[in-house]
């Protein structure tokens, strides 16, 4: 199963930006999508954006123009570029990696990066 780690949250004020990096332990280019996904306290997860292995990519509605998600197949890494943070962005980001094995398709997970925008 492909692993994924994420690295590159914190805490920024209002206005700022992050970048979100997601390492996957096997080649991207055979994961049919990567995607970022967030999730508030009390909230359900959501998707925030996603980039399949063509590069075709997709954004949620609220970070259209503000975020980025690019994918380096070299480094097996996936980015999210954050710029003009607002306060409700705060959530635990997650990567999520889409593919099949054996003709199975599967779903895996990083840990989560906690992102905080305060002034």
């Known amino acids: 199963q492909v692993q994924l780690v994420e690295s590159g949250g914190g805490l920024v004020q209002p206005g700022g930006s992050l970048r979100l990096s997601c390492a996957a332990s096997e080649r991207i280019f055979s994961i049919n999508v990567m995607g970022w996904y967030r999730q508030c306290p009390g909230k359900q997860r959501e998707l925030v954006a996603s980039?399949?292995?063509?590069?075709?990519?997709n954004y949620a509605d609220p970070v259209k123009g503000r975020f980025t998600i690019s994918r380096d197949n070299a480094k097996n890494t996936v980015y999210l570029q954050m710029n003009s943070l607002k306060p409700e962005d705060t959530a635990v980001y997650y990567c999520?990696?889409?593919?099949?094995?054996?003709?199975?398709?599967?779903?895996?997970w990083g840990q989560g990066t906690q992102v905080t925008v305060s002034s």
């Open positions: 980039i399949s292995n063509g590069g075709n990519t």
């Open positions: 999520n990696a889409y593919y099949y094995s054996d003709g199975v398709p599967l779903d895996s």
